[in-house]
């Protein structure tokens, strides 16, 4: 989320969102949405629920396939004039690369849960 925000701020004042023709407000609820599922899903996860991973791993595959969709072509194409400059890229990527790895750790994690469970550790 450190690296979202500030990304998200940008992606607001160049009309990220509302250039897929979607309404500020409808905007909005999705971002507080997409920064409210991953912390249900730390909380599950600490609790030892496996829905707490898989929560986790769609969300961080959510973020990282969209990031990837909307802004892949820009971090290709577009050159040092773009948004603010590298630090518009620098930001994107980490968002990919961040993303992918808790949808990746998230499967880890939950296959650890479930071996935990099965070996009876979990009452």
């Given at each position: ?10 992606d ?8 897929f ?11 507080l949405?997409?920064?409210a599922?991953?912390?249900v ?20 595959a959510?973020?990282c396939?969209?990031?990837?969709l ?11 004039e ?8 620098v ?14 750790e998230?499967?880890?994690?939950s ?12 009452p």
């Open positions: 989320m450190i690296v979202s925000v500030p990304h998200v701020l940008e607001f004042h160049y009309g990220g969102l509302l250039g023709g979607a309404p500020q407000a409808l905007a909005v609820v999705l971002l949405a997409a920064y599922l991953p912390i899903g730390i909380a599950l996860t600490m609790r030892g629920l496996r829905a707490g991973p898989a929560l986790l791993a769609i969300t961080g959510v973020w396939i969209g990031a990837l909307v802004h892949g072509s820009d971090l290709l194409l577009a050159g040092p773009y948004r603010h400059g590298p630090i518009s890229k930001l994107e990527i980490a968002i990919i690369i961040l993303s992918a790895a808790v949808a990746l998230s499967v880890v994690v296959r650890a849960l479930r071996r935990k469970k099965q070996i009876g550790h979990t």
